[in-house]
């Protein structure tokens, strides 16, 4: 049965006696600096005001040098040693992709699924299409998944959850939980699961991977693990996450925020090894020692990494998986609706680090000891400080109260007052958010995707990043608020809304090929499938595997519609090696 996988034996706990009070605590107090420590300590509060000021600054500016390098590692595959070349050329992998699904668009799930079948060996995929049982139009759904892509993969899994209330709360957690746990059962019911190397893949129905995504995630476990029949090094492979799917297309503070979170992505959570986020891969046996996914919390990828240190007594590495992949940002039908859509996931986001917060202090053992702590601080540090009490915190700081004094400092020949800390911040987050814009630039152009904008208004975005970000620390900093009010209930996954993207995908495909592709109907009385991805006739198809130029997806022989990939996401034209050479340490 391979590595036996974890019991979950948990049960729900209090809903309102939680850590996440304290973490709510800690947000509160830190916000409130300016107003508390001029009474309790007149002569040391300035200092503290302007050091707290230096340090969000210098934060900004670390990230943003973080980020430039990991950037810069983007598309070139790892050096592999002369002595690992054994063991890389003799494992077989099988690559587990797990995709949940509930209201999305099945429009959506076929983008998601046609650039797993751009795949260079899309045989050593098992992808899992994990269904919650309210889904609505399940069997349809269903239907359209197993006639389009059934013997497109290595195997295709679906997998219907049904909530326990008594202990599962509804969201991606609970979903993921259950398919992982029975994609396990199946994979190794028949005795052949020992003779492939596993790795588990987490994604949304947003998501679309790079054509050598799992090509690299192959060299990079290949390095990892330079001998066979040892346990695989338990670490979790995080890709550059962008967020420009009709990015363009979106308000000011849609677009400001996929772009700076792009960054803070690349030069906070991986440098720093705080928590993958919405796409990740790692090694099976991972996931089974520790149980997979908890099914009673709401943000899987922040929750993944805490319980992996948790349950493993050890140091979790978070790696760069040196390729780019897009996800979706938060996209409505209307204005009114992505603002909605905007505050709710960063409200959501910022509860899962309170629930990740809670986690870590109930169900750490102590070990590891120093891997631990420096988890904690720097978790502390990003998520309670940075994203949810610097906002708050920079305006109270900013108002002039006449309690606030600030001493001067003797700078050469000048005398500058410490007020003047502020500024040097603002300097250095403009400094991060010019960062950010230019690699959001760097990144089009690398995944040649559809993403123009005009360099006026692309300043007009940069100008108002500071504005767009302070909103995104007062929305955090009041959902860490009400948390503690509403307790354990408010902590659901609310699914983002992705009816917007089926609304930009309505026009990918001319009349005829409408009219095509309905009159085919392989099951029953299908839903007509408008994707980004062209469908034709399979008198056209290619074998695979394709080359990310666009070349036809469908297997030799196959009768159904082949799928094409558009220009829209016509992954690595820029600098890109179709066939890349993975032990010489060249670019993919």
Not at 275 to 281: G, H
Not at 479 to 491: I, L, N, P, T, W
């Amino acid at each position: 049965m391979g590595t036996p996988v974890r019991p979950d034996e948990g049960a729900f706990g209090n809903t309102h006696c939680r850590f996440n009070i304290a973490f709510a605590a800690f947000v509160l107090v830190f916000s409130a600096i300016p107003l508390w420590l001029p009474p309790l300590a007149p002569n040391a509060s300035g200092w503290v005001t302007a050091a707290i000021f230096a340090a969000i600054g210098l934060a900004w500016l670390l990230i943003a040098a973080c980020a430039i390098f990991n950037f810069r590692q983007l598309m070139r595959m790892p050096v592999m040693r002369p002595d690992a070349l054994p063991a890389a050329r003799g494992r077989r992998f099988r690559h587990i992709v797990m995709i949940p699904c509930y209201k999305d668009p099945v429009e959506l799930l076929f983008d998601c699924l046609c650039s797993l079948l751009a795949q260079e060996n899309p045989s050593h995929l098992v992808v899992v299409i994990a269904f919650e049982a309210r889904t609505p139009e399940l069997e349809q759904k269903q239907a359209a998944v197993r006639a389009h892509f059934e013997g497109r993969f290595g195997r295709l899994i679906c997998n219907v959850h049904t909530l326990d209330p008594s202990r599962e709360i509804p969201g991606k957690c609970s979903n993921t939980n259950s398919a992982l746990r029975a994609a396990h059962q199946i994979l190794f019911s028949d005795g052949k699961g020992e003779a492939y190397a596993h790795t588990v893949t987490t994604c949304d129905t947003d998501s679309l991977f790079h054509p050598s995504y799992f090509s690299v995630l192959e060299a990079c476990y290949n390095e990892e693990n330079p001998r066979l029949g040892q346990p695989p090094a338990m670490l979790v492979w995080q890709p550059a996450l962008f967020y420009n799917w009709h990015l363009h297309r979106r308000p000011v503070f849609t677009r400001v925020t996929g772009v700076v979170r792009a960054m803070r992505m690349l030069g906070g959570l991986i440098p720093f090894g705080l928590n993958p986020m919405s796409i990740f891969s790692y090694p099976l046996e991972l996931g089974a020692s520790t149980g997979f996914i908890n099914p009673r919390y709401s943000v899987e990828d922040i929750i993944f990494q805490v319980r992996a240190i948790c349950q493993t007594s050890a140091a979790v590495p978070l790696r760069l998986l040196p390729v780019p992949v897009i996800s979706g940002p938060t996209m409505g039908s209307s204005y009114a609706e992505d603002f909605y859509e905007w505050q709710l996931q960063l409200r959501r986001w910022a509860m899962g680090s309170a629930e990740a917060a809670h986690y870590f202090i109930i169900h750490w053992r102590g070990t590891p000891l120093l891997g631990g702590l420096r988890w904690f601080l720097c978790f502390t540090a990003y998520y309670a400080i940075l994203l949810c009490s610097s906002a708050p915190f920079c305006i109270i700081a900013s108002l002039p109260f006449p309690w606030a004094t600030f001493p001067h400092v003797q700078v050469a020949q000048w005398q500058v007052s410490l007020q003047y800390a502020g500024l040097f911040a603002l300097a250095c987050q403009y400094a991060a958010f010019t960062a950010a814009f230019a690699m959001d630039r760097l990144a089009v152009r690398l995944l040649t995707v559809d993403d123009h904008v005009h360099p006026l208004r692309n300043l007009v975005h940069l100008a108002l990043a500071l504005v767009v970000l302070i909103g995104y620390g007062l929305f955090a900093f009041y959902a860490v608020m009400r948390f503690v009010v509403r307790g354990k209930r408010d902590a659901g996954h609310v699914m983002a809304a992705k009816v917007g993207f089926a609304a930009a995908n309505t026009n990918r495909l001319s009349e005829a090929v409408l009219q095509e592709h309905e009159a085919q109907k392989p099951v029953g009385e299908l839903p007509l499938l408008r994707t980004s991805f062209s469908v034709r006739s399979s008198a056209h198809s290619a074998p695979l595997p394709v080359d990310g130029s666009g070349t036809a997806l469908a297997l030799v022989g196959d009768t159904r519609p082949a799928y094409e990939l558009p220009d829209l996401f016509r992954f690595g034209a820029f600098e890109f090696n179709p066939k890349p050479q993975p032990f010489m340490g060249s670019d993919v």
